[in-house]
């Protein structure tokens, strides 16, 4: 599985961004989606996630702001992001993952995501 992860960038606190992650090489409705971030000097954590059947889970940072879905048919996972405060200043990935097979795990490039005060 391929991802590409787009619609980063700069954006003033307040502010919303939405991020998409297309996949190519396999279908993502066998995968539960996922959408990390890393910010500088820090270790990568979870965003949210997206079973395949749509239960989705957030971490407490982001709770009631941001929103993540997926559109098997478009082969896309989004990550709504609202309220964004300079916290959410990041490098956004996507991830795929098989739930019942812990190899195929794959991750997409990552998308710049700047927080202004």
């Known amino acids: 599985v391929q991802l590409q992860a787009c619609g980063g960038g700069l954006v003033q606190a307040g502010g919303s961004l939405s991020l998409s992650c297309a996949a190519s090489?396999?279908?993502?409705?066998?995968?539960?989606m996922g959408w990390y971030r890393q910010a500088p000097g820090k270790q990568r954590e979870l965003v949210a996630t997206i079973t395949i059947n749509g239960v989705t889970n957030y971490a407490d940072a982001v709770k009631g702001r941001f929103t993540i879905s997926r559109d098997n048919a478009k082969n896309t996972v989004y990550l709504q992001m609202n309220s964004l405060k300079p916290d959410d200043t990041a490098v956004y990935y996507c991830?795929?993952?098989?739930?019942?097979?812990?190899?195929?795990?794959?991750w997409g490039q990552g998308t710049l995501v700047t927080v202004s005060q």
């Open positions: 090489g396999s279908t993502i409705s066998i995968y539960s």
């Open positions: 991830k795929a993952g098989h739930p019942y097979l812990s190899s195929r795990v794959y």
